[in-house]
């Protein structure tokens, strides 16, 4: 995978949790690739995003799916779930479940 200049676009801000190592061995990265590779990464958020943007780009069998009618496959028919009578004051979770 190639990283590449950094092209801006809106930003729009990823949540991603990882553990300590992870997050110790990007902060890594960052330096390793300003020192040896030439590139210009101001902290592991710029490295993550040009990473991802790498990842999805470069993926052929993810380009052949995308040009090959990903719009009809990409949609997303959730099953029916069952619904459980609960009471109004309970406040409801993604699992279903109420909180009691």
Known sequence: MKL???EKFKAVHLKVPTNEK???LLEQYV???NTQLGHTFANVQ???AEVLRA???EDRSFKVWRETGAKEQAVV???A???RAQ???TPMFENGRGAK
Do not use: D, N, Q, R
Request: no cysteine; aromatic share 8%.
């Open 4 to 6: 590449t200049s950094h």
């Open 22 to 24: 992870i997050a110790g």
């Open 31 to 33: 330096v390793y690739a």
């Open 46 to 48: 710029e490295l993550s």
């Open 55 to 57: 990842f999805v780009e």
């Open 77 to 79: 028919v959730l099953p």
């Open 81 to 83: 779930v069952k619904e």
């Open 87 to 89: 009471p109004e004051s």
